[in-house]
């Protein structure tokens, strides 16, 4: 696969560590009333779709991005490619 | 044994004469034969043994796609079974063998289980190894062992290297037969970057098998042409011997090139290059490949695919019998009678299916129309056929034609399936194809020259337009089309005798008829219980026949039956060129300290850490064993002082005015407080409440921590950190370096390490303990200027330093401490001593923080913060996680002292008995501790913070042996910590 990173363009996906669901951005509030099951569902409930998918890979043999691409599990084409910070600061992170 | 099938013509160089041998007979070839072609030429028609009924076999194809002609190459251990005769270049010297006998090719032994093949029928080994069920392990495995398989390995080590390598271009052309010489032209002439790959060593593909004109010129010479046209192309690189064996996503193809496999010698160059090609475009022109008819006994040497045999006329000069028949159920086998006449060889007769008038003129052959071959004699070598009608035709040699189908394989690479074509009775590439892919040429069912001239040049110009190309304006190399109609024809219903479809897999129509009889229907069963398209042919010349005889018993048609999934590789790719040059010492990377020298030239011996190499320990004049070493080595750490290289620690330089704030997420216990020149041990628990790494953290700066890790987790606690920085706080104002190897890293431990470092350490860095207490850090200069960082941390135990200089200054730093140590008579230590003293100090590591032990666990709960948000302090509160009866870190001494103890032994109290209901923890690490003179270990024991002093059982099951240990304090050594302040 080849991933096009927003900052150095299209580079091949062997130099990317993959972690999953995009949703790991979204980590709860520690201070919330319900914090123990809210970090319940963070750390072991994922969705497992078969199409478009977010996820989270780390440009490890390069600028040490990460990146969110949004890519169909059945075909593997990527539509898109974020920095995750941006995601992230999107998101309400900061 | 001279070369009695050599005919006139072809495009062999006879100027040349090369040298071989095939079981060791002696023959002759020319440049530009195949193996199979030179056998053909020499007589030699039988060539091995079938796989399951040892039937003997000659060569059927004459290309890639090849069940039967499978031989053994070379000698020694440059030896390569299973190799196909019909693409293996000869050259002189070349040394070949049959594979699949016992005794001789002519005379094999196993050849009885073709006399008893009607209890060898398809799912046999499921239905007969079944019972008695004892017999599997001793009877039935080691004979079906013993039978199975075709060559042998030489089990030598691979002498030749393979390399990989990676290509980029606009468009990649795969196949450099007419349509995609005409795609390459044209793509070419428009000036986009081209690749033209292909299998043969000659391109043109069948133009070479071919007497077709092109341009008015005759078809090979017009190939030939068109390559030097693009070779003078800057734009465009040519591949021959270079198959495209896979498609993979976004526009990668995996490509094998055969550098060396033409050559007697390798010469120390890459036998063959495994590469990587990026194209934006790719024009699929992988040709077609022609289909048998099934009839009684049509396995016998000397029946032939009719393309092939028309290629050894016309490509090798070759005709593979003196007398030749050709059945077929379509207009394109006619040209190969045709062929084979012009060259003066015997056409008997011409049995045609289609109940039609002949197509063309054959000089002395017989027409025989609305007829079928029911059978053949000849055990060895065809010597007749036998008609529908019941008469027999004397011949050497049949082709069989029943129609070509299209190369699909590389368009279903992404799971596309096919479609089918009434018209061809072939599949074509339909549905999805791999992204940037088109098919031009036969591939996509334009059967004849013209049309696939036209195909080619046609599809590559919409390719290179779409990349933004001007297309040439160049109108596609003229030629005519030949006639091809085609009446679907797959098996002789009349044919009593067994008739093959796969004969690399042994599988018969009536295989295929019982698999449907026993409910294996879907084409994806019959393939599994019957074997068929299975092996280094995948069926190229089985599967759709197969497919057509399933149809008909299932009553449905073809495109309904389906297909089974193509994968790749297109052919077999061997394994030493998938693994390239990671093998041996370079199977994966390794890193060396930077004192690796030094340690060398001072008697280290070396282990794996990581893909680092330390030193394990120093071996000095007179020790005998490594445990002599170890012991010295951590006394003397003790007594006096000992230097250790700890470089391969991870080390993260943390900066930014929210540096504090970072790590305080990170770590489960704060480092914001932490005062400038100050380090602090921390802790950090993954987001399930689970241990995952430790370390010391020193405060350099207002804005600058410098975070250390365990070696094994550098990459890992580095990757986490950016995840925190990047996704989960990116408001903080941080940043993150590793200077891992940036910085040669040494600890100095011992009574006598401050002494040591007196005499390094430049003058006005006061290092006293007033000044430089326990857990203080700073930037000093050493050996007059050379700029350090010195820390005081302790993983011994003992009063210790860290020193670090630029990684460049490592290995003579190493040189400089040792050498300032000789009054206090220091001795660098390894791994293990390090091992030893950390045990005796009860310093937790990987074989405690397993990924399945808490804060709690090892007794640092309460350095996990409740007050600040960080990574696991919510689940590390679980109510499991907390428990106060839960397994805690301590320490064990046998009660005999003499006793050593092992490593994995479960704790039972005493009187109970030893089972896993009554299991109270396990032994984590063990040493033989040199300072207290016994062994002693670290372990996990229910409440053990409660039971010092208790003595329970320490059991290994798997050692068979039992000790009892006592429970103490995991602080072995010095549990007030006096040492580590003095």
Redesign the interface.
């Known amino acids: ?2 991933i096009n990173h927003p900052l150095l363009g299209p580079r ?1 996906a062997a130099e990317f ?1 993959y ?1 999953g669901d995009a949703c ?2 979204d ?2 509030d ?2 919330a009333e319900d ?2 099951e809210q ?2 569902e ?2 072991y409930l994922r969705d497992n779709p078969a199409g478009e998918h977010q996820e ?1 890979w ?1 440009h ?1 043999q390069g600028d ?3 990146l969110v691409v949004t890519r169909d599990t059945l ?4 539509t898109k490619v974020e ?3 941006d ?3 999107a998101r309400g ?2 | 044994m001279s070369q009695v099938n050599r005919i006139e013509g072809g495009l062999i160089d006879r100027s040349k004469t090369l040298s071989f041998t095939f079981n060791g007979k002696a023959m002759q070839g020319h440049p530009g034969d195949t193996l199979a072609s030179a056998l053909l030429a020499n007589g030699q028609t039988l060539v091995g043994r079938s796989f399951k009924y040892h039937r003997p076999r000659g060569i059927f194809t004459s290309g890639s796609e090849e069940p039967n002609a499978l031989v053994q190459l070379r000698t020694g251990a440059h030896q390569e079974p299973n190799t196909r005769a019909t693409v293996a270049e000869l050259f002189d010297g070349l040394n070949a063998t049959s594979q699949n006998h016992r005794g001789s090719l002519e005379f094999d032994m196993m050849a009885m289980t073709d006399f008893v093949s009607p209890f060898l029928s398809a799912g046999f080994y499921y239905k007969t190894f079944m019972w008695p069920k004892a017999f599997w392990e001793k009877f039935y495995e080691p004979v079906i062992r013993s039978s199975a398989g075709l060559g042998r390995l030489s089990m030598q080590e691979d002498p030749d290297i393979y390399d990989k390598g990676f290509l980029h271009c606009d468009l990649l052309v795969i196949g450099a037969g007419p349509a995609g010489l005409s795609a390459a032209l044209a793509a070419g002439r428009s000036g986009a970057r081209v690749i033209l790959a292909d299998e043969d060593f000659a391109p043109g593909g069948r133009l070479n098998a071919e007497t077709l004109e092109v341009d008015g010129m005759a078809g090979a010479d017009w190939a030939t042409q068109a390559i030097d046209e693009l070779s003078a192309m800057d734009n465009v690189r040519v591949m021959t011997r270079s198959t495209v064996y896979g498609a993979y996503d976004h526009g990668i193809y995996g490509v094998l090139e055969r550098c060396t496999d033409h050559l007697a010698s390798s010469n120390g160059k890459p036998r063959q290059i495994l590469w990587r090609v990026y194209s934006k475009r790719a024009v699929l022109a992988a040709g077609a490949t022609e289909r048998p008819i099934a009839f009684g006994n049509n396995d016998r040497p000397g029946v032939m695919l009719a393309g092939a045999v028309r290629d050894y006329a016309n490509r090798y000069g070759v005709t593979p019998g003196q007398q030749v028949a050709v059945f077929t159920n379509n207009d394109d086998g006619w040209r190969t009678a045709a062929d084979l006449a012009a060259k003066g060889v015997q056409v008997s007769a011409i049995i045609d299916s289609r109940d039609a008038p002949a197509v063309c003129d054959v000089p002395g052959a017989r027409h025989v129309r609305n007829a079928a071959v029911v059978d053949t004699v000849g055990r060895k070598g065809l010597k007749s056929v036998t008609l529908t009608d019941g008469q027999v035709i004397p011949v050497d040699c049949l082709a069989v034609s029943g129609g070509w189908n299209p190369n699909v394989h590389l368009t279903c690479h992404q799971r596309g399936r096919p479609t089918w074509d009434d018209d061809l009775s072939a599949f074509v590439p339909g549905g999805e194809l791999p992204v940037g892919m088109a098919v031009a040429g036969a591939a996509n069912g334009a059967m004849t020259l013209g049309a696939a001239l036209q195909s080619g040049r046609d599809v590559a110009n919409a390719q290179v337009k779409d990349l933004g190309f001007t297309a040439s304006r160049k109108a596609a190399p003229k030629a005519e089309d030949e006639p091809r109609e085609c009446a679907a024809f797959w098996h002789v219903k009349e044919s009593k005798k067994r008739a093959w479809l796969d004969q690399q897999n042994d599988v018969t129509v009536k295989d295929v008829k019982l698999s449907h009889t026993e409910g294996y229907r879907s084409v994806e069963l019959l393939k599994r219980y019957t074997t068929l398209g299975m092996a280094t042919d995948q069926g190229k010349t089985a599967n759709i026949p197969a497919l057509a005889i399933m149809a008909e018993c299932t009553g449905k048609t073809i495109p309904e039956t389906g297909t089974t999934i193509f994968r790749p590789p297109y052919t077999p790719v061997p394994l030493g060129a998938l693994g390239g040059r990671a093998r041996g010492k370079d199977f994966r990377p390794y890193r060396l300290t930077p004192s690796h020298k030094w340690a060398e030239e001072n008697g280290a011996s070396f282990v794996t850490v990581g893909n680092w190499m330390r030193a394990e320990w120093y071996t000095r004049p007179g020790e005998k064993g490594w445990r002599d070493s170890v012991d010295r080595e951590a006394k003397n750490t003790r007594e006096s002082v000992g230097i250790c290289d700890v470089t391969t620690l991870g080390k993260i330089d943390v900066k930014g005015k929210d540096a504090g704030e970072f790590l305080n997420k990170v770590y489960s216990n704060t480092f914001s407080t932490l005062a400038v020149g100050k380090v602090r041990y921390g802790l950090m628990l993954r987001e399930d409440g689970i241990c995952y790494d430790d370390g010391t953290t020193a405060r350099m700066g207002e804005n600058h921590y410098v975070m250390t890790t365990t070696t094994a987790n550098a990459v890992l606690v580095f990757r986490r950190m950016e995840f925190a920085r990047q996704c989960l706080w990116p408001d903080l104002d941080v940043h993150l370096i590793s200077t891992t190897d940036g910085w040669a890293q040494f600890a100095v431990a011992g009574p006598n390490s401050r002494n040591l470092l007196r005499k390094v350490v430049d003058e006005e860095h006061d290092i006293s303990n007033e000044a430089f207490p326990f857990m203080g850090c700073g930037e000093i200069t050493v050996c007059g200027g050379m700029p350090a960082r010195l820390f005081r941390i302790s993983f011994s135990g003992e009063l210790a330093f860290e020193i670090a200089v630029p990684a460049r200054y490592g290995n003579s730093m190493m040189g400089v401490l040792n050498e300032a140590g000789k009054e206090f008579n220091v001795a660098p230590y390894g791994t293990e001593a390090l091992g030893v003293m950390r045990i005796e100090k009860g310093h937790a590591t990987a074989n405690e923080l397993n990924g399945q032990t808490t804060a709690h666990n090892i007794g640092l709960g309460k350095m996990v913060s409740q007050k600040k948000e960080c990574i696991g302090n919510v689940l590390s509160q679980r109510e499991e996680l907390i428990r106060d009866d839960d397994i805690r870190l301590m320490g064990f001494h046998p009660v005999d002292r003499n006793e050593k103890l092992i490593a994995g032994s479960h704790f039972i109290t005493k009187g109970e008995d030893a089972i896993m209901d009554n299991d109270q923890g396990w032994m984590t690490s063990v040493a033989f501790s040199p300072n207290l003179g016994h062994s002693v270990g670290l372990g996990f024991i229910k409440r053990g913070h409660e039971r010092k002093g208790e003595i329970v059982r320490a059991v290994s099951p798997v050692h068979g042996k039992e000790i009892e240990v006592e429970i103490v304090s995991a602080h072995m050594i010095d549990p007030e910590g006096e040492r580590l302040r003095a």
């Open positions: 696969m080849i091949d560590i972690l790991l951005i980590r709860p520690w201070q914090a123990a970090f319940y963070y750390g989270l780390y490890e040490r991005s990460w075909s593997h084409k990527i920095l995750a910070r995601v992230a600061v992170r900061g």
